[in-house]
Protein backbone atom coordinates (compact mmCIF):
# COMPACT_ATOMS: atom_id res chain seq x y z
CA UNK A 1 0.00 0.00 0.00
CA UNK A 2 1.10 3.49 -0.52
CA UNK A 3 1.25 5.52 2.64
CA UNK A 4 -1.87 7.27 1.76
CA UNK A 5 -3.22 3.90 1.33
CA UNK A 6 -1.62 2.60 4.44
CA UNK A 7 -3.46 6.19 6.43
CA UNK A 8 -7.04 6.14 5.07
CA UNK A 9 -7.22 2.48 6.37
CA UNK A 10 -5.89 3.75 9.56
CA UNK A 11 -8.31 6.50 9.90
CA UNK A 12 -10.75 3.94 9.04
CA UNK A 13 -10.37 2.71 12.97
CA UNK A 14 -10.88 6.27 13.70
CA UNK A 15 -14.93 6.00 12.51
CA UNK A 16 -16.61 4.33 14.85
CA UNK A 17 -15.45 7.32 17.15
CA UNK A 18 -16.41 10.12 15.19
CA UNK A 19 -18.48 12.39 17.02
CA UNK A 20 -15.61 12.01 20.02
CA UNK A 21 -12.83 13.40 17.38
CA UNK A 22 -15.12 15.85 16.40
CA UNK A 23 -15.09 17.24 19.00
CA UNK A 24 -11.01 17.36 19.56
CA UNK A 25 -11.13 18.60 16.00
CA UNK A 26 -13.79 21.69 16.96
CA UNK A 27 -11.57 22.33 20.31
CA UNK A 28 -8.51 22.43 18.44
CA UNK A 29 -10.02 24.83 15.81
CA UNK A 30 -11.23 26.95 18.47
CA UNK A 31 -7.92 27.27 20.03
CA UNK A 32 -6.39 27.94 16.15
CA UNK A 33 -9.05 30.56 15.86
CA UNK A 34 -8.21 32.39 18.85
CA UNK A 35 -4.59 31.96 17.66
CA UNK A 36 -4.15 35.73 15.82
CA UNK A 37 -5.97 37.28 18.62
CA UNK A 38 -2.60 37.37 20.84
CA UNK A 39 -0.57 39.29 18.23
CA UNK A 40 -3.96 41.65 17.47
CA UNK A 41 -3.90 43.07 20.92
CA UNK A 42 -0.75 44.07 20.87
CA UNK A 43 -1.28 47.07 18.38
CA UNK A 44 -4.19 48.68 21.11
CA UNK A 45 -2.14 47.62 23.64
CA UNK A 46 0.50 49.45 22.61
CA UNK A 47 -0.38 52.10 20.92
CA UNK A 48 -3.80 52.98 22.69
CA UNK A 49 -2.83 52.05 26.23
CA UNK A 50 0.84 53.07 26.30
CA UNK A 51 1.07 56.12 23.83
CA UNK A 52 -2.13 57.50 23.69
CA UNK A 53 -2.98 56.65 26.58
CA UNK A 54 -7.02 55.57 25.90
CA UNK A 55 -8.42 54.54 30.12
CA UNK A 56 -11.18 52.19 28.16
CA UNK A 57 -8.13 51.07 26.40
CA UNK A 58 -5.89 50.31 30.01
CA UNK A 59 -9.55 48.62 31.40
CA UNK A 60 -10.62 46.69 28.69
CA UNK A 61 -7.32 45.18 27.39
CA UNK A 62 -6.46 43.04 30.81
CA UNK A 63 -9.90 41.63 30.73
CA UNK A 64 -9.59 40.38 26.99
CA UNK A 65 -6.83 38.81 27.91
CA UNK A 66 -7.56 36.90 30.32
CA UNK A 67 -10.42 35.68 28.60
CA UNK A 68 -8.54 35.01 25.62
CA UNK A 69 -6.39 32.59 27.62
CA UNK A 70 -9.64 30.75 29.52
CA UNK A 71 -11.58 30.31 26.16
CA UNK A 72 -7.83 28.85 24.56
CA UNK A 73 -7.11 26.98 27.67
CA UNK A 74 -11.23 24.99 28.16
CA UNK A 75 -10.94 24.33 23.80
CA UNK A 76 -7.45 23.08 24.29
CA UNK A 77 -8.53 20.73 26.95
CA UNK A 78 -11.29 19.31 25.90
CA UNK A 79 -9.65 19.05 22.47
CA UNK A 80 -6.46 16.88 23.35
CA UNK A 81 -8.85 14.60 26.55
CA UNK A 82 -11.17 13.44 23.31
CA UNK A 83 -8.22 12.92 21.12
CA UNK A 84 -5.89 11.36 23.44
CA UNK A 85 -9.65 9.15 24.35
CA UNK A 86 -9.80 8.46 20.65
CA UNK A 87 -6.81 7.56 20.37
CA UNK A 88 -6.58 4.88 22.80
CA UNK A 89 -9.54 3.28 21.66
CA UNK A 90 -7.89 2.57 18.34
CA UNK A 91 -5.17 0.77 19.88
CA UNK A 92 -7.06 -0.91 22.21
CA UNK A 93 -9.55 -2.07 19.12
CA UNK A 94 -6.44 -2.39 16.98
CA UNK A 95 -4.68 -4.84 19.50
CA UNK A 96 -8.14 -6.53 20.06
CA UNK A 97 -8.16 -7.78 16.22
CA UNK A 98 -4.67 -8.25 16.07
CA UNK A 99 -5.62 -11.13 19.03
CA UNK A 100 -8.39 -12.38 17.36
CA UNK A 101 -6.19 -12.41 14.17
CA UNK A 102 -3.76 -14.72 16.56
CA UNK A 103 -6.46 -16.93 17.55
CA UNK A 104 -7.25 -17.90 14.41
CA UNK A 105 -3.47 -18.31 12.59
CA UNK A 106 -2.71 -21.78 11.50
CA UNK A 107 0.07 -23.53 13.65
CA UNK A 108 2.69 -23.18 10.54
CA UNK A 109 2.38 -19.50 11.18
CA UNK A 110 4.02 -19.70 14.72
CA UNK A 111 6.16 -21.84 13.53
CA UNK A 112 7.39 -19.39 11.26
CA UNK A 113 7.55 -16.71 13.60
CA UNK A 114 9.26 -16.47 16.86
CA UNK A 115 7.10 -15.60 19.64
CA UNK A 116 8.69 -11.90 20.61
CA UNK A 117 8.07 -10.43 17.18
CA UNK A 118 4.54 -11.13 17.73
CA UNK A 119 4.19 -10.35 21.09
CA UNK A 120 6.36 -6.97 20.06
CA UNK A 121 3.38 -6.33 17.45
CA UNK A 122 1.14 -6.02 20.04
CA UNK A 123 2.43 -4.30 22.57
CA UNK A 124 4.88 -2.11 20.98
CA UNK A 125 4.05 -1.73 17.14
CA UNK A 126 0.81 -0.83 17.44
CA UNK A 127 1.07 1.94 20.42
CA UNK A 128 3.30 3.91 17.93
CA UNK A 129 -0.05 4.24 15.71
CA UNK A 130 -1.80 6.55 18.27
CA UNK A 131 -0.23 9.47 16.55
CA UNK A 132 -0.40 8.77 13.23
CA UNK A 133 -4.47 8.03 14.00
CA UNK A 134 -5.30 10.83 15.78
CA UNK A 135 -3.21 14.00 16.99
CA UNK A 136 -1.54 13.89 13.59
CA UNK A 137 -4.86 15.12 11.70
CA UNK A 138 -5.60 17.26 15.01
CA UNK A 139 -2.11 18.79 15.10
CA UNK A 140 -2.50 19.69 11.01
CA UNK A 141 -5.96 20.75 11.61
CA UNK A 142 -5.08 22.76 14.23
CA UNK A 143 -1.60 24.29 13.33
CA UNK A 144 -2.67 24.81 9.57
CA UNK A 145 -5.35 26.88 10.79
CA UNK A 146 -3.21 28.67 12.89
CA UNK A 147 -0.44 29.79 10.34
CA UNK A 148 -3.77 30.17 7.57
CA UNK A 149 -5.37 32.44 10.50
CA UNK A 150 -1.39 34.26 11.18
CA UNK A 151 -0.74 34.94 7.42
CA UNK A 152 -4.05 36.29 7.05
CA UNK A 153 -3.74 39.11 9.74
CA UNK A 154 0.16 39.59 8.84
CA UNK A 155 -1.72 40.42 4.92
CA UNK A 156 -3.96 42.60 6.34
CA UNK A 157 -0.81 44.65 8.27
CA UNK A 158 1.43 44.30 5.41
CA UNK A 159 1.21 41.78 2.25
CA UNK A 160 4.45 43.28 0.86
CA UNK A 161 6.66 41.90 4.01
CA UNK A 162 3.71 38.66 3.83
CA UNK A 163 5.13 38.17 0.80
CA UNK A 164 8.51 37.75 1.17
CA UNK A 165 7.77 35.11 4.46
CA UNK A 166 6.09 33.03 2.01
CA UNK A 167 9.22 32.66 -0.31
CA UNK A 168 10.58 29.80 2.17
CA UNK A 169 7.36 27.70 1.65
CA UNK A 170 8.97 25.56 -0.78
CA UNK A 171 12.05 24.73 0.41
CA UNK A 172 10.62 23.42 3.67
CA UNK A 173 8.71 21.54 1.75
CA UNK A 174 11.66 19.82 0.33
CA UNK A 175 13.28 19.93 3.52
CA UNK A 176 10.39 17.34 5.41
CA UNK A 177 10.53 15.45 1.75
CA UNK A 178 13.87 14.19 2.11
CA UNK A 179 13.32 13.29 6.33
CA UNK A 180 10.18 11.63 5.61
CA UNK A 181 11.95 8.63 3.98
CA UNK A 182 14.72 8.55 6.40
CA UNK A 183 12.51 8.70 9.27
CA UNK A 184 10.09 5.97 8.02
CA UNK A 185 13.25 3.45 7.07
CA UNK A 186 14.74 3.78 11.00
CA UNK A 187 10.79 3.50 12.11
CA UNK A 188 10.75 0.08 10.47
CA UNK A 189 14.33 -1.01 11.64
CA UNK A 190 13.73 0.24 14.94
CA UNK A 191 10.35 -2.12 15.39
CA UNK A 192 12.02 -4.95 13.77
CA UNK A 193 15.26 -4.88 16.20
CA UNK A 194 11.97 -4.35 19.40
CA UNK A 195 11.00 -7.91 18.40
CA UNK A 196 14.36 -9.14 18.23
CA UNK A 197 14.53 -8.12 21.37
CA UNK A 198 11.41 -9.08 22.93
CA UNK A 199 12.45 -12.44 21.44
CA UNK A 200 15.72 -12.60 23.41
CA UNK A 201 13.64 -11.65 26.71
CA UNK A 202 11.08 -14.18 26.40
CA UNK A 203 13.57 -17.29 25.60
CA UNK A 204 15.72 -16.19 28.62
CA UNK A 205 12.77 -16.30 31.25
CA UNK A 206 11.34 -19.20 29.52
CA UNK A 207 14.69 -21.19 29.50
CA UNK A 208 15.81 -19.43 32.94
CA UNK A 209 16.71 -22.94 34.61
CA UNK A 210 18.89 -23.72 31.23
CA UNK A 211 20.29 -20.91 31.87
CA UNK A 212 21.31 -21.29 35.00
CA UNK A 213 22.92 -24.82 34.99
CA UNK A 214 24.71 -24.64 31.65
CA UNK A 215 26.22 -21.15 33.00
CA UNK A 216 24.31 -19.19 29.93
CA UNK A 217 24.24 -16.13 31.89
CA UNK A 218 26.88 -14.34 30.10
CA UNK A 219 25.71 -15.56 26.09
CA UNK A 220 22.50 -14.47 27.12
CA UNK A 221 23.70 -10.96 28.61
CA UNK A 222 25.67 -10.97 25.37
CA UNK A 223 22.83 -11.67 23.21
CA UNK A 224 20.09 -8.90 25.14
CA UNK A 225 23.03 -6.49 25.04
CA UNK A 226 23.63 -6.75 21.23
CA UNK A 227 19.76 -6.27 20.28
CA UNK A 228 19.39 -3.31 23.15
CA UNK A 229 21.93 -1.71 21.14
CA UNK A 230 20.66 -2.40 17.99
CA UNK A 231 17.71 -0.69 19.23
CA UNK A 232 19.60 2.20 20.40
CA UNK A 233 21.92 3.19 17.09
CA UNK A 234 17.81 3.16 15.51
CA UNK A 235 16.61 4.91 17.97
CA UNK A 236 19.28 7.62 17.27
CA UNK A 237 18.88 7.80 13.78
CA UNK A 238 15.94 8.16 13.85
CA UNK A 239 16.29 11.03 16.53
CA UNK A 240 18.92 12.63 14.88
CA UNK A 241 16.69 12.94 11.40
CA UNK A 242 14.13 14.49 13.41
CA UNK A 243 16.59 16.49 15.33
CA UNK A 244 18.02 17.83 12.37
CA UNK A 245 14.73 18.56 10.47
CA UNK A 246 13.30 21.45 12.61
CA UNK A 247 15.89 23.19 13.59
CA UNK A 248 16.60 23.46 9.76
CA UNK A 249 13.21 24.27 8.96
CA UNK A 250 13.86 26.83 11.80
CA UNK A 251 16.83 28.38 10.14
CA UNK A 252 15.30 28.89 6.73
CA UNK A 253 12.53 30.74 8.74
CA UNK A 254 14.93 33.12 10.54
CA UNK A 255 16.30 33.88 7.73
CA UNK A 256 12.89 35.17 6.18
CA UNK A 257 12.18 37.10 9.96
CA UNK A 258 15.49 38.92 9.69
CA UNK A 259 14.57 40.16 5.91
CA UNK A 260 11.44 41.21 6.92
CA UNK A 261 12.76 42.64 10.39
CA UNK A 262 15.37 44.67 8.24
CA UNK A 263 12.97 46.09 6.02
CA UNK A 264 10.37 46.68 8.03
CA UNK A 265 12.94 48.80 9.93
CA UNK A 266 13.77 50.80 6.80
CA UNK A 267 10.49 51.69 6.46
CA UNK A 268 9.74 52.61 9.78
CA UNK A 269 7.93 56.20 8.82
CA UNK A 270 5.02 54.12 7.51
CA UNK A 271 3.95 52.44 10.55
CA UNK A 272 3.01 52.46 13.82
CA UNK A 273 5.13 50.83 17.50
CA UNK A 274 1.85 48.65 17.94
CA UNK A 275 1.37 47.80 14.25
CA UNK A 276 5.34 46.50 13.99
CA UNK A 277 5.52 44.78 17.39
CA UNK A 278 2.10 42.86 16.40
CA UNK A 279 3.69 42.48 13.05
CA UNK A 280 7.09 41.06 14.65
CA UNK A 281 4.70 38.91 17.33
CA UNK A 282 2.73 37.35 14.72
CA UNK A 283 5.73 36.14 12.63
CA UNK A 284 7.23 34.63 15.73
CA UNK A 285 3.95 32.77 16.15
CA UNK A 286 4.19 31.32 13.09
CA UNK A 287 7.14 29.49 14.26
CA UNK A 288 5.54 27.47 16.90
CA UNK A 289 2.69 25.69 14.73
CA UNK A 290 5.08 25.60 11.47
CA UNK A 291 7.61 23.51 14.41
CA UNK A 292 5.11 21.10 15.23
CA UNK A 293 4.04 21.07 11.41
CA UNK A 294 7.37 20.14 10.49
CA UNK A 295 8.02 17.67 13.95
CA UNK A 296 4.91 15.78 13.29
CA UNK A 297 6.63 13.94 9.86
CA UNK A 298 8.24 12.07 12.63
CA UNK A 299 5.62 10.87 14.24
CA UNK A 300 3.64 10.28 11.17
CA UNK A 301 6.20 8.21 9.97
CA UNK A 302 6.80 6.04 13.08
CA UNK A 303 2.72 5.59 13.02
CA UNK A 304 3.17 4.86 9.26
CA UNK A 305 5.67 2.30 9.82
CA UNK A 306 4.35 0.76 13.08
CA UNK A 307 0.46 -0.01 10.73
CA UNK A 308 2.48 -1.28 7.73
CA UNK A 309 3.70 -4.15 10.38
CA UNK A 310 0.42 -4.38 12.48
CA UNK A 311 -1.74 -4.92 8.89
CA UNK A 312 0.80 -7.41 7.65
CA UNK A 313 -0.80 -9.55 10.84
CA UNK A 314 -3.95 -8.68 10.44
CA UNK A 315 -3.47 -9.56 6.81
CA UNK A 316 -2.51 -13.00 7.04
CA UNK A 317 -4.61 -15.68 5.99
CA UNK A 318 -6.50 -17.17 8.85
CA UNK A 319 -6.78 -21.14 9.36
CA UNK A 320 -8.09 -22.67 5.94
CA UNK A 321 -11.62 -23.26 6.87
CA UNK A 322 -13.58 -23.61 3.83
CA UNK A 323 -15.76 -26.78 5.26
CA UNK A 324 -19.08 -26.73 5.33
CA UNK A 325 -20.43 -29.79 6.87
CA UNK A 326 -21.58 -29.82 10.56
CA UNK A 327 -20.07 -32.97 12.30
CA UNK A 328 -22.28 -33.91 15.69
CA UNK A 329 -21.01 -36.48 17.95
CA UNK A 330 -18.50 -38.88 15.74
CA UNK A 331 -18.71 -42.32 16.08
CA UNK A 332 -15.25 -42.01 15.61
CA UNK A 333 -13.93 -44.32 12.49
CA UNK A 334 -10.84 -42.15 10.80
CA UNK A 335 -8.99 -43.19 7.71
CA UNK A 336 -5.66 -42.09 5.82
CA UNK A 337 -5.55 -42.72 2.48
CA UNK A 338 -2.13 -41.98 0.70
CA UNK A 339 -1.62 -39.25 2.89
CA UNK A 340 2.08 -37.39 2.12
CA UNK A 341 3.25 -34.53 4.22
CA UNK A 342 6.32 -32.38 4.31
CA UNK A 343 7.86 -29.21 6.47
CA UNK A 344 8.15 -26.53 4.73
CA UNK A 345 11.80 -26.05 6.68
CA UNK A 346 12.53 -29.94 5.93
CA UNK A 347 14.47 -31.65 3.02
CA UNK A 348 12.72 -35.25 4.48
CA UNK A 349 9.03 -35.69 3.53
CA UNK A 350 7.69 -36.14 7.23
CA UNK A 351 4.87 -38.80 6.21
CA UNK A 352 4.96 -40.95 3.14
CA UNK A 353 2.20 -42.84 1.89
CA UNK A 354 0.29 -43.24 5.15
CA UNK A 355 -2.71 -45.57 4.67
CA UNK A 356 -4.50 -46.58 8.02
CA UNK A 357 -8.40 -47.35 9.17
CA UNK A 358 -8.50 -47.04 12.92
CA UNK A 359 -11.97 -48.53 13.63
CA UNK A 360 -14.36 -46.75 16.33
CA UNK A 361 -13.77 -47.54 19.86
CA UNK A 362 -9.98 -49.14 19.05
CA UNK A 363 -7.14 -48.25 21.05
CA UNK A 364 -3.91 -47.75 18.24
CA UNK A 365 -0.30 -46.94 19.88
CA UNK A 366 1.90 -45.38 17.65
CA UNK A 367 5.71 -46.48 18.37
CA UNK A 368 8.68 -45.09 16.23
CA UNK A 369 12.38 -43.62 17.03
CA UNK A 370 11.99 -40.17 17.06
CA UNK A 371 11.37 -38.32 14.05
CA UNK A 372 9.72 -41.13 12.83
CA UNK A 373 6.10 -39.04 12.54
CA UNK A 374 4.21 -40.15 14.94
CA UNK A 375 3.15 -36.59 16.44
CA UNK A 376 3.11 -34.98 13.00
CA UNK A 377 0.19 -37.62 12.06
CA UNK A 378 -1.62 -36.58 14.87
CA UNK A 379 -1.73 -33.19 14.43
CA UNK A 380 -3.26 -33.59 10.63
CA UNK A 381 -6.06 -35.06 12.37
CA UNK A 382 -7.60 -31.42 13.94
CA UNK A 383 -6.13 -29.63 10.95
CA UNK A 384 -3.13 -27.92 12.90
CA UNK A 385 -1.58 -29.18 9.66
CA UNK A 386 -2.96 -30.15 6.08
CA UNK A 387 -1.42 -33.10 4.02
CA UNK A 388 0.24 -32.39 1.25
CA UNK A 389 -1.49 -35.23 -0.45
CA UNK A 390 -3.96 -37.45 0.51
CA UNK A 391 -6.88 -37.34 2.17
CA UNK A 392 -8.55 -38.38 6.02
CA UNK A 393 -11.81 -39.25 7.00
CA UNK A 394 -13.60 -38.75 10.27
CA UNK A 395 -16.87 -41.07 10.03
CA UNK A 396 -16.82 -41.23 6.14
CA UNK A 397 -16.93 -37.81 5.96
CA UNK A 398 -13.27 -35.97 4.76
CA UNK A 399 -11.67 -33.76 6.71
CA UNK A 400 -11.83 -30.87 4.88
CA UNK A 401 -15.02 -30.58 4.16
CA UNK A 402 -15.89 -30.61 8.30
CA UNK A 403 -15.97 -27.06 9.70
CA UNK A 404 -13.16 -26.45 12.27
CA UNK A 405 -15.44 -25.73 15.24
CA UNK A 406 -17.75 -28.96 14.89
CA UNK A 407 -14.04 -31.08 14.23
CA UNK A 408 -12.62 -29.79 17.14
CA UNK A 409 -15.50 -30.58 19.15
CA UNK A 410 -14.98 -34.28 18.74
CA UNK A 411 -11.49 -34.48 19.30
CA UNK A 412 -9.78 -34.04 23.03
CA UNK A 413 -5.76 -33.67 22.88
CA UNK A 414 -3.57 -34.34 25.77
CA UNK A 415 0.36 -33.35 24.11
CA UNK A 416 3.59 -34.82 25.93
CA UNK A 417 3.83 -30.02 25.80
CA UNK A 418 1.73 -29.78 28.81
CA UNK A 419 -0.28 -25.95 28.12
CA UNK A 420 -1.51 -24.58 31.49
CA UNK A 421 -2.88 -20.86 31.97
CA UNK A 422 -1.77 -18.86 34.95
CA UNK A 423 -5.38 -19.46 36.31
CA UNK A 424 -6.99 -21.61 39.02
CA UNK A 425 -6.37 -25.23 38.91
CA UNK A 426 -10.35 -25.24 38.24
CA UNK A 427 -10.13 -22.84 35.30
CA UNK A 428 -7.28 -25.06 33.85
CA UNK A 429 -9.55 -28.13 33.98
CA UNK A 430 -12.76 -26.46 33.01
CA UNK A 431 -10.93 -24.47 29.87
CA UNK A 432 -12.62 -22.22 26.77
CA UNK A 433 -15.69 -24.28 25.93
CA UNK A 434 -15.82 -26.50 29.18
CA UNK A 435 -16.23 -23.14 31.66
CA UNK A 436 -20.10 -23.86 31.65
CA UNK A 437 -19.66 -27.33 33.68
CA UNK A 438 -20.77 -27.50 37.33
CA UNK A 439 -17.79 -27.85 40.46
CA UNK A 440 -18.70 -31.23 40.49
CA UNK A 441 -18.09 -32.74 36.59
CA UNK A 442 -14.61 -30.89 37.46
CA UNK A 443 -13.91 -32.87 40.77
CA UNK A 444 -15.08 -35.94 38.87
CA UNK A 445 -12.30 -35.01 36.04
CA UNK A 446 -9.76 -34.57 38.77
CA UNK A 447 -10.84 -37.40 40.16
CA UNK A 448 -10.61 -39.71 36.87
CA UNK A 449 -7.21 -38.44 36.41
CA UNK A 450 -5.38 -39.34 39.43
CA UNK A 451 -5.26 -35.25 40.45
CA UNK A 452 -8.09 -34.60 43.14
CA UNK A 453 -5.45 -36.17 46.06
CA UNK A 454 -2.87 -33.38 45.16
CA UNK A 455 -5.49 -30.63 44.65
CA UNK A 456 -6.85 -31.32 47.99
CA UNK A 457 -3.75 -30.48 49.61
CA UNK A 458 -3.51 -27.04 47.86
CA UNK A 459 -4.29 -23.73 50.19
CA UNK A 460 -7.19 -23.49 48.07
CA UNK A 461 -7.92 -26.27 46.50
CA UNK A 462 -10.10 -25.92 42.95
CA UNK A 463 -9.10 -22.26 43.11
CA UNK A 464 -5.99 -22.29 43.72
CA UNK A 465 -3.64 -20.52 41.06
CA UNK A 466 -0.96 -22.68 39.18
CA UNK A 467 1.11 -20.08 37.98
CA UNK A 468 2.78 -19.52 34.67
CA UNK A 469 2.52 -22.62 32.50
CA UNK A 470 1.79 -24.42 35.68
CA UNK A 471 4.94 -23.62 37.39
CA UNK A 472 4.01 -23.98 40.45
CA UNK A 473 3.33 -27.55 40.31
CA UNK A 474 5.43 -30.66 39.37
CA UNK A 475 5.51 -32.40 35.82
CA UNK A 476 3.37 -35.33 36.80
CA UNK A 477 0.77 -32.61 38.38
CA UNK A 478 0.83 -30.72 35.13
CA UNK A 479 0.17 -33.48 33.01
CA UNK A 480 -2.73 -34.81 35.56
CA UNK A 481 -4.55 -31.52 35.16
CA UNK A 482 -3.90 -31.98 31.17
CA UNK A 483 -5.72 -35.18 31.18
CA UNK A 484 -8.39 -34.31 33.45
CA UNK A 485 -8.66 -31.13 30.95
CA UNK A 486 -9.72 -33.83 28.28
CA UNK A 487 -11.23 -36.43 30.20
CA UNK A 488 -13.86 -33.91 31.38
CA UNK A 489 -14.04 -32.91 27.38
CA UNK A 490 -16.05 -36.38 26.99
CA UNK A 491 -14.65 -36.10 23.18
CA UNK A 492 -15.56 -39.39 20.75
CA UNK A 493 -11.57 -38.76 19.94
CA UNK A 494 -9.39 -39.04 22.10
CA UNK A 495 -5.24 -38.07 21.32
CA UNK A 496 -2.65 -39.01 24.05
CA UNK A 497 0.41 -37.74 22.52
CA UNK A 498 3.28 -39.05 25.63
CA UNK A 499 0.30 -38.41 28.03
CA UNK A 500 1.93 -40.25 30.92
CA UNK A 501 5.05 -40.17 30.70
CA UNK A 502 6.11 -37.51 33.53
CA UNK A 503 3.92 -39.45 35.80
CA UNK A 504 5.48 -41.99 38.25
CA UNK A 505 4.11 -45.68 38.74
CA UNK A 506 1.94 -45.70 41.26
CA UNK A 507 -0.07 -42.72 39.41
CA UNK A 508 -0.18 -44.13 36.47
CA UNK A 509 -1.58 -47.08 37.41
CA UNK A 510 -5.09 -44.84 38.90
CA UNK A 511 -4.92 -43.68 35.51
CA UNK A 512 -4.44 -46.52 33.42
CA UNK A 513 -7.15 -47.89 35.21
CA UNK A 514 -9.53 -44.97 35.04
CA UNK A 515 -8.62 -44.47 31.11
CA UNK A 516 -9.59 -48.60 30.54
CA UNK A 517 -13.52 -47.79 31.64
CA UNK A 518 -13.14 -43.80 30.37
CA UNK A 519 -11.87 -45.16 26.88
CA UNK A 520 -14.70 -46.87 26.00
CA UNK A 521 -16.57 -46.27 23.17
CA UNK A 522 -13.88 -44.23 22.19
CA UNK A 523 -11.37 -43.65 19.40
CA UNK A 524 -7.90 -43.45 20.74
CA UNK A 525 -4.56 -42.37 19.00
CA UNK A 526 -1.83 -43.16 21.74
CA UNK A 527 2.30 -42.12 21.04
CA UNK A 528 3.37 -43.40 24.27
CA UNK A 529 6.35 -45.06 26.05
CA UNK A 530 5.76 -47.01 28.47
CA UNK A 531 4.66 -50.38 27.89
CA UNK A 532 1.82 -50.69 30.00
CA UNK A 533 0.33 -48.28 27.83
CA UNK A 534 1.35 -49.91 24.37
CA UNK A 535 0.54 -53.68 25.56
CA UNK A 536 -2.91 -52.31 25.97
CA UNK A 537 -3.30 -51.02 22.73
CA UNK A 538 -5.70 -52.66 19.97
CA UNK A 539 -3.52 -52.39 17.79
CA UNK A 540 0.29 -51.05 17.65
CA UNK A 541 1.42 -49.17 14.30
CA UNK A 542 5.23 -48.94 13.96
CA UNK A 543 6.59 -45.87 12.33
CA UNK A 544 9.91 -45.60 10.75
CA UNK A 545 11.01 -42.11 8.57
CA UNK A 546 7.40 -41.40 8.17
CA UNK A 547 6.31 -44.89 6.73
CA UNK A 548 4.18 -47.66 8.72
CA UNK A 549 6.43 -50.56 8.79
CA UNK A 550 4.64 -52.69 10.84
CA UNK A 551 1.13 -53.19 12.16
CA UNK A 552 -0.56 -55.38 14.84
CA UNK A 553 -0.56 -56.37 18.43
CA UNK A 554 2.02 -56.84 20.59
CA UNK A 555 1.88 -60.23 20.76
CA UNK A 556 2.11 -60.25 17.13
CA UNK A 557 4.72 -57.96 16.35
CA UNK A 558 6.90 -59.13 18.82
CA UNK A 559 6.83 -62.71 16.94
CA UNK A 560 7.63 -61.25 13.67
CA UNK A 561 10.89 -60.26 15.06
CA UNK A 562 10.97 -56.99 13.31
CA UNK A 563 11.29 -53.31 14.32
CA UNK A 564 8.99 -53.34 17.11
CA UNK A 565 10.80 -56.71 18.38
CA UNK A 566 14.09 -54.55 18.25
CA UNK A 567 12.75 -51.46 20.01
CA UNK A 568 11.13 -53.62 22.61
CA UNK A 569 14.16 -55.72 23.44
CA UNK A 570 16.47 -52.77 23.33
CA UNK A 571 14.79 -50.66 26.09
CA UNK A 572 13.80 -53.65 27.95
CA UNK A 573 17.38 -54.86 28.16
CA UNK A 574 18.70 -51.40 29.68
CA UNK A 575 17.14 -51.92 32.92
CA UNK A 576 16.25 -49.71 36.09
CA UNK A 577 13.67 -47.36 35.79
CA UNK A 578 13.55 -47.68 31.68
CA UNK A 579 12.65 -51.05 32.09
CA UNK A 580 9.32 -52.13 30.26
CA UNK A 581 9.44 -49.16 28.07
CA UNK A 582 9.32 -48.44 24.34
CA UNK A 583 11.34 -45.72 21.83
CA UNK A 584 8.76 -43.62 20.92
CA UNK A 585 9.71 -39.81 21.71
CA UNK A 586 8.67 -37.05 18.86
Known amino acids: MTSSQLYFRLLRYVTPYWFAFLVSILGLVLVAATEPALPALMKPMLDQTFVERDQLW??????????????????????????????????TDLRAAMFRKLMVLPTQYYDDHPSGNLISKITFD??????????VVTIVIKDSLSIIGLLGYLFYLNWKLTLIAL???????????????????????????????????????????????????????TRFVTQANRVRQFTMKQASAAAANVPIVQMVASVALAVIVYL???????????????????????????????????????????????FELLDQEAERDHGTFQLAR????????????????????????????????????????SGSGKTTLVNLLPRFYHPTSGKIYLDGQELESLTLESLRKNIALVSQDVALFNDTVAANIAYGALGAVSESEVIDAALAAHALEFIREMPQG??????????????????????????????????????????????????QAALETLLIGRTNIVIAHRMSTVEKADRIIVLDQGRVVESGSHGELLAQNGRYAKLFHLQFNLGGSDRGKVVATE
Not at 66 to 86: H, K, P, Q, T
Not at 214 to 219: L, N
Open 167 to 221: IMTPIIIVIVRVFSVRLRKMSRETQRAMGDITQVLDEAVDCHKVVKVFGGQDYET
Open 126 to 135: VAQVTTAATS
Open 462 to 511: LQTLVGENGVRLSGGQRQRLAIARALLKNAPLLILDEATSALDSESERHI
Open 330 to 369: AKGEVRFEKINFSYPYSSRPALTDIDLIIRPGEMIALVGV
Open 58 to 91: VKLIPVLIIFLFLVRGIASYIGSVASSWVGNKVV
Open 264 to 310: AARHSDHTSVGSFVSFIVAMLMLTAPLKRLTGVNEHLQRGLAAAESV
